[in-house]
Each structure stands twice: as structure tokens, then as C-alpha cells.
């Protein structure tokens, strides 16, 4: 039972139905279910759903969870409705979870290559003298961005992230795609 009421809470809080959501929280509480359990579920929903869309959520999501850890119950109920209902009303995109999910299967599946000569650090002499950290342009000298290439040659030109059209992505969309020239 318990785990069909974890995925409810959770898809609730994707749908952004803040009722649902609070319904099954407390259902979840009331069946004895950990705080904390529900906690670090609401933060993975801030990440995974709601991601850049309105990235204040992870950040209320993380601190109603140490919340939770410092408080206990019952009043840690408070705080996961008002963390879980705030995930629940938020824009949604997923578009960081998409990345990084696609990254891995890259990473995992194909010859990626090597980190490009120019943006490897140089802690040590040797280093610099074998090319390491050559010709790297600090973006800060160039007002915060310079033209230059940061992945290995075999993935020149692939996209892992997409901005998504919610929130506050969607003032990033322009941006990034002005970065990456498409």
C-alpha cells in the first residue's frame, strides 16, 4: 500500500495538484511513513519535475528537509505540505533530468574522448609543459563569456540540455541558444 501512496504523493506533485498532494502526504504520515522518507522525495521532485523551471524549489524543498531532520513531528508535517505543496504549484521541466540522463548513456555507451588540452588544470609545471591549461580563455576577462570549445572532438556540437518553454528556463532558451549557435 505504502508504495502506491508514494507514487500518488509524487505524481500529484508532477500534475501540480496541490490537494492531491497534501491528501496524500497526509495519508503517508498518518500511515506511519518516515518524514524523512517523504522529505527527500519532495527534494527529488524539485530537481527531476520542476528543475530549472523554478530552481527556488530545490532550495525549499532542501530546507524544509533539514527542517524535518532538526525538528521532527509533529510539526515537520507543516513543513513538508508547505515544501510539497510549493513543488506541487511550481512551473515543471525536466530538462536538466533529460541531460544529464542522456550524458550518462553517452558516457556509459560510447567513446566519448578526452578532455580537450585547453581547460585541463595545470596544478604543476610539468603539466603546462606537456600543453595542459594552453590557450584556455578565462571568460571573466571576456565579460563573462568567450567563444571556445569546452567538450572533446568526438561530441563537437551535441546537445544534451534543452531549455524548456516554463518558468524561469524559459528566459535561460534564448541565452543558451545564442551560446550554442544553433
Do not use: C
Amino acid at each position: 500500500m505504502y508504495k502506491r501512496q508514494i507514487s500518488a504523493f509524487i505524481k500529484s506533485m508532477r500534475g501540480s495538484d496541490a490537494d492531491a498532494t497534501v491528501f496524500y502526504l497526509a495519508r503517508a504520515l498518518n500511515g506511519g511513513e518516515d518524514p524523512m522518507f517523504l522529505a527527500r522525495r519532495i527534494v527529488i521532485a524539485a530537481s527531476e519535475d520542476v528543475g530549472m523551471a523554478n530552481p527556488n524549489a530545490l532550495v525549499v524543498a532542501n530546507a524544509a528537509m533539514q527542517a524535518v531532520h532538526m525538528v521532527g513531528m509533529p510539526e515537520a508535517r507543516i513543513l513538508l505540505s508547505e515544501a510539497a505543496v510549493y513543488v506541487a504549484t511550481s512551473k515543471k521541466s525536466n530538462a536538466s533530468y533529460m541531460a544529464i540522463n542522456k550524458a550518462l548513456e553517452d558516457v556509459q555507451n560510447k567513446d566519448t574522448g578526452t578532455i580537450p588540452m585547453h581547460i585541463r588544470n595545470a596544478p604543476i609545471e610539468d603539466m603546462r609543459k606537456l600543453g595542459y591549461n594552453e590557450g584556455y580563455l578565462y571568460p571573466h576577462d571576456f565579460g563573462g563569456w568567450v567563444e571556445q570549445e569546452y567538450m572533446p572532438s568526438e561530441l563537437k556540437g551535441h546537445v544534451y540540455y534543452s531549455p524548456g518553454k516554463n518558468g524561469m528556463e524559459s528566459s535561460l532558451e534564448s541565452r543558451w541558444l545564442s551560446l550554442i549557435h544553433i
